[in-house]
Nanobody, 115 residues
Framework: QVQLVESGGGLVQPGGSLRLSCAAS????????MGWYRQAPGKQRELVAE???????NDADSVKGRFAISRDNAKNAVYLQMDGLKPEDTAVYYC?????????WGQGTQATVSS
């Protein structure tokens, strides 16, 4: 059974930081491209950042220079360090795992940026 479990969301003031974590089980983690997506109320889910098995990263333009994705294959975990948070970063953040035609999603974690 595949499970992706996110944690680390919460309420933070503008300019603050959050670190999201995603623990994966039931997959050969090192072979999967891992990603973080987000969905704000009334908007479509969008890619935030992704990291390939070799460690190559791809970030959305809206988060370049503020967010950083990383992975620890020994722990079957992927992280999203979010700095310089803005109110427009408020969303449910989802962990995603992709390998060939297989794709899995976590249940999401809420991140709210507000003063």
């Amino acid at each position: 059974q595949v499970q992706l479990v996110e944690s680390g969301g919460g309420l933070v003031q503008p300019g603050g930081s959050l670190r999201l974590s995603c623990a994966a089980s039931g997959i050969i983690f090192s072979t999967y491209t891992m990603g973080w997506y987000r969905q704000a109320p009334g908007k479509q889910r969008e890619l935030v950042a992704e990291i390939t098995p070799s460690g190559h990263t791809n970030d959305a333009d809206s988060v370049k220079g503020r967010f950083a994705i990383s992975r620890d294959n020994a722990k079957n975990a992927v992280y999203l360090q979010m700095d310089g948070l803005k109110p427009e970063d408020t969303a449910v953040y989802y962990c995603n795992a992709i390998w060939l035609y297989r794709a899995y999603w976590g249940q999401g974690t809420q991140a709210t940026v507000s003063s």
